[in-house]
């Protein structure tokens, strides 16, 4: 699977708000510290949704 996603701040040029959003986004592509430790290395899950909201008890990102 791969995902293309425009992040835009030019109303903001001097910001570093795109920044801060993809050291986000990168951090939900690496390993977590549980995985490891349960021998099984994963990345978290994300959850990718348009539309209404997710059951209660869905995982939120």
Request: a negative charge; hydrophobic letters at 35%.
């Amino acid at each position: 699977m791969s995902v293309e996603i425009f992040l835009d701040s030019s109303d903001e040029p001097a910001g570093n708000t795109v920044l801060k959003k993809v050291e986000s986004l990168l951090g939900c592509c690496e390993v977590t510290s549980a995985s490891i430790a349960a021998k099984q290395p994963s990345p978290p899950w994300v959850v990718f949704q348009w539309g209404r909201s997710p059951p209660p008890g869905s995982p939120r990102t």
